[in-house]
């Protein structure tokens, strides 16, 4: 079951064709041979099932034993001696939960006997709510603190070496809420502010690993260990393995549920989904970055060829200044603590010199000589906010400069990471072609015209898909798909463009229309102002927007798609404006790009 695996004897009923373990329990594993041939990992648990939840006194024992092999003859047994380690939690529990004092040792064993205790805490529970004062010990310091009746975090919890009477470190909790901690040093003390005093908000959250997290960022300026945090971490850790010995038994919950208290700054639904982008494009980057970083083919090839020399470093600089920060956010993104942190202070901690800039120098040589790299798009990638929008841009930056690295060193590369990356770039052409058939399948209450531009583009996109696939030069194909990679997240872009153009239609004929007193007939009478800049966009421009699909080519698709926002904005814009002059010239203007060129719109290449 899960991790281990031995002899178990148990009570039980059965329910429902289920077996439910009720009563008395016992499951141990120890293996003499192994013991002696090289080392032994035994286990012993027992305890007792109320209908299928832990309740009354429970032992968990986990050792790792070796033995020198001598063996003594005690009455009418052998017995060997064994060194190791031996970890033993033992307490009761009450539906599933720790309930009054609960130990959790962990003895260093020579010749069988207890040579030196490693770890011990010593907690008081309710129901899994800890009380009272508690100790923490290992073999070098001591940690006791207190919690109030609900659980709470309160008062001063000290640490100290064993060795030593004075306090190395203390937190004063107030309700909860760390204000601070002390560091003592060669009788020399340092404060440290916490946490917020004076937030907007605050949430009570379980005293768990993502708190722990939570305390190595807030500390990460001032340069310190908390050795608090690092003990807490470590009987968390074993209270872990209790819990999931018991969830593989089916009884759940046991937990230290003790409580603390954060600032909260909650998350909106855009930053929710900015920092799942965030967290896409840095498992795409760190993959790549350790593709081309622990390429031993590479390694050879860099010494002696000067441009996988200078993209290798680039790779390094993009690995260490983007994504040792982005895998930090994410880390806080999975332990769910990017709440209970100020956005601007959380990035301030994450890039303390500054992001670094979408340019990116390194060494480009053996003889010191330096270089810069950018993709060809850097412009287009403005992340100097303090806000999740911008990480996901720097994010976005760092995937796209990897995949453009990988594809100038694919010659440099084995044929079998060519492969490789052969099947990882095919698999991405799948999805986003896929995505872009759900666009051009969804049409419906659409005019013809409109499917049929649809059409164009998928026809454009199959069109590039099968001349990929006749490709045979792995190099070439690999250059080749990453473009048709590019014009398929263009296509879908024009696709949804496209559908939006009826709902743009009538934003236009509203934002175009007056409600104008009739005296005549004593009501108020929509009536539409500056009809030839209205009539020029759904007659003369839409039906354009619509043909040019037409002839596109995956190198203009992204143009034509700028163009018709652009258009759009245009129209919008001129509502408030003087356009007696435009519209004398619009009267008699029926070509497409005479009337873009009187809007000042920026002409597509190719379809002019």
Same mark, same amino acid.
């Given at each position: 079951?899960?991790?281990?695996?031995?002899?178990?004897?148990?009570?039980?009923?059965?329910?429902?064709?289920?077996?439910?373990?009720?009563?008395?329990?016992?499951?141990?594993?120890?293996?003499?041979?192994?013991?002696?041939?090289?080392?032994?990992?035994?286990?012993?648990?027992?305890?007792?099932?109320?209908?299928?939840?832990?309740?009354?006194?429970?032992?968990?024992?986990?050792?790792?034993?070796?033995?020198?092999?001598?063996?003594?003859?005690?009455?009418?047994?052998?017995?060997?001696?064994?060194?190791?380690?031996?970890?033993?939690?033992?307490?009761?529990?009450?539906?599933?939960?720790?309930?009054?004092?609960?130990?959790?040792?962990?003895?260093?064993?020579?010749?069988?006997?207890?040579?030196?205790?490693?770890?011990?805490?010593?907690?008081?529970?309710?129901?899994?709510?800890?009380?009272?004062?508690?100790?923490?010990?290992?073999?070098?310091?001591?940690?006791?603190?207190?919690?109030?009746?609900?659980?709470?975090?309160?008062?001063?919890?000290?640490?100290?070496?064993?060795?030593?009477?004075?306090?190395?470190?203390?937190?004063?909790?107030?309700?909860?809420?760390?204000?601070?901690?002390?560091?003592?040093?060669?009788?020399?003390?340092?404060?440290?502010?916490?946490?917020?005093?004076?937030?907007?908000?605050?949430?009570?959250?379980?005293?768990?690993?993502?708190?722990?997290?939570?305390?190595?960022?807030?500390?990460?300026?001032?340069?310190?260990?908390?050795?608090?945090?690092?003990?807490?971490?470590?009987?968390?850790?074993?209270?872990?393995?209790?819990?999931?010995?018991?969830?593989?038994?089916?009884?759940?919950?046991?937990?230290?549920?003790?409580?603390?208290?954060?600032?909260?700054?909650?998350?909106?639904?855009?930053?929710?989904?900015?920092?799942?982008?965030?967290?896409?494009?840095?498992?795409?980057?760190?993959?790549?970055?350790?593709?081309?970083?622990?390429?031993?083919?590479?390694?050879?090839?860099?010494?002696?060829?000067?441009?996988?020399?200078?993209?290798?470093?680039?790779?390094?600089?993009?690995?260490?200044?983007?994504?040792?920060?982005?895998?930090?956010?994410?880390?806080?993104?999975?332990?769910?603590?990017?709440?209970?942190?100020?956005?601007?202070?959380?990035?301030?901690?994450?890039?303390?010199?500054?992001?670094?800039?979408?340019?990116?120098?390194?060494?480009?040589?053996?003889?010191?000589?330096?270089?810069?790299?950018?993709?060809?798009?850097?412009?287009?990638?403005?992340?100097?906010?303090?806000?999740?929008?911008?990480?996901?841009?720097?994010?976005?930056?760092?995937?796209?400069?990897?995949?453009?690295?990988?594809?100038?060193?694919?010659?440099?590369?084995?044929?079998?990471?060519?492969?490789?990356?052969?099947?990882?770039?095919?698999?991405?052409?799948?999805?986003?072609?896929?995505?872009?058939?759900?666009?051009?399948?969804?049409?419906?209450?659409?005019?013809?015209?409109?499917?049929?531009?649809?059409?164009?583009?998928?026809?454009?996109?199959?069109?590039?898909?099968?001349?990929?696939?006749?490709?045979?030069?792995?190099?070439? &194909?690999?250059? %080749?798909? =990453?473009? @048709?990679?590019?014009?398929? *997240? $263009?296509?879908?872009?024009?696709? #949804?463009?496209? /559908?939006?153009?009826?709902?743009?239609?009538?934003?236009? &004929?509203?934002? %175009?229309? =007056?409600? @104008?007193?009739?005296?005549? *007939? $004593?009501?108020?009478?929509?009536? #539409?102002?500056? /009809?030839?800049?209205?009539?020029?966009?759904?007659?003369?421009?839409?039906? %354009?927007?619509?043909?040019?699909?037409?002839?596109?080519?995956?190198?203009?698709?992204?143009?034509?798609?700028?163009?018709?926002?652009?258009?759009?904005?245009?129209?919008?814009?001129?509502?408030?404006?003087?356009?007696?002059?435009?519209?004398?010239?619009?009267?008699?203007?029926?070509?497409?790009?005479?009337?873009?060129?009187?809007?000042?719109?920026?002409?597509?290449?190719?379809?002019?």
């Amino acid at each position: 079951m899960g991790n281990y695996s031995g002899q178990a004897v148990y009570q039980y009923t059965i329910s429902d064709l289920d077996t439910i373990f009720n009563g008395d329990f016992l499951w141990e594993q120890s293996n003499l041979e192994t013991l002696v041939e090289n080392e032994d990992a035994s286990f012993r648990i027992s305890g007792v099932f109320d209908q299928g939840i832990a309740n009354g006194p429970w032992q968990f024992e986990f050792g790792e034993y070796q033995t020198n092999s001598r063996s003594q003859v005690v009455g009418y047994e052998y017995r060997v001696l064994v060194s190791g380690t031996q970890e033993k939690g033992e307490g009761r529990l009450s539906e599933g939960k720790p309930d009054g004092n609960w130990t959790y040792t962990i003895n260093q064993i020579k010749d069988s006997e207890i040579q030196q205790i490693l770890f011990k805490s010593d907690i008081t529970y309710d129901k899994g709510v800890p009380q009272q004062n508690f100790q923490i010990e290992n073999d070098s310091s001591v940690l006791v603190g207190r919690f109030l009746r609900d659980g709470l975090a309160h008062d001063e919890w000290s640490y100290y070496g064993t060795e030593r009477v004075e306090d190395m470190e203390d937190w004063f909790f107030d309700d909860g809420l760390l204000r601070n901690i002390r560091l003592t040093t060669d009788q020399v003390s340092k404060e440290i502010q916490v946490f917020d005093t004076n937030a907007p908000n605050y949430k009570t959250i379980p005293l768990h690993m993502g708190y722990i997290s939570l305390l190595e960022a807030v500390l990460q300026e001032q340069e310190v260990e908390s050795g608090i945090a690092s003990i807490l971490a470590q009987n968390l850790g074993y209270y872990q393995k209790i819990d999931n010995v018991l969830r593989q038994l089916g009884s759940d919950g046991f937990q230290m549920e003790a409580k603390v208290k954060v600032p909260f700054y909650p998350l909106d639904s855009l930053q929710t989904k900015t920092l799942e982008q965030i967290a896409s494009d840095y498992q795409v980057a760190a993959n790549l970055s350790r593709t081309i970083l622990r390429n031993s083919h590479l390694n050879i090839v860099k010494r002696t060829d000067p441009e996988a020399y200078f993209y290798y470093n680039v790779a390094q600089k993009i690995s260490s200044d983007f994504l040792e920060p982005l895998k930090a956010l994410v880390s806080y993104q999975e332990n769910d603590i990017v709440a209970y942190q100020e956005i601007p202070v959380m990035l301030q901690r994450l890039w303390p010199n500054g992001k670094p800039n979408t340019e990116i120098t390194v060494t480009a040589n053996e003889s010191g000589e330096m270089r810069s790299f950018s993709l060809p798009s850097s412009e287009e990638f403005g992340y100097e906010g303090n806000d999740l929008l911008s990480v996901a841009a720097l994010a976005t930056y760092a995937r796209m400069s990897l995949e453009y690295i990988k594809g100038s060193l694919a010659s440099r590369l084995t044929n079998e990471e060519q492969l490789q990356m052969l099947n990882g770039l095919e698999e991405e052409l799948i999805q986003l072609n896929n995505l872009l058939e759900r666009e051009v399948d969804s049409v419906s209450g659409f005019t013809m015209e409109y499917r049929n531009a649809l059409d164009n583009l998928q026809k454009l996109a199959d069109s590039s898909l099968t001349t990929y696939a006749d490709m045979k030069n792995p190099d070439e &194909k690999l250059a %080749y798909g =990453n473009s @048709v990679k590019t014009c398929l *997240m $263009a296509l879908t872009d024009l696709a #949804q463009t496209l /559908k939006n153009i009826p709902l743009q239609q009538e934003a236009i &004929k509203k934002e %175009y229309t =007056n409600a @104008v007193w009739n005296p005549f *007939m $004593a009501n108020v009478m929509a009536e #539409q102002v500056k /009809k030839r800049i209205t009539e020029s966009y759904e007659e003369v421009l839409t039906p %354009y927007f619509l043909k040019a699909t037409s002839s596109l080519e995956c190198g203009n698709v992204k143009a034509l798609n700028e163009q018709i926002i652009q258009t759009h904005k245009i129209i919008l814009d001129l509502r408030n404006k003087d356009t007696r002059k435009l519209e004398r010239k619009l009267r008699r203007e029926k070509r497409p790009m005479e009337v873009l060129q009187l809007l000042q719109v920026t002409s597509t290449p190719k379809n002019q």
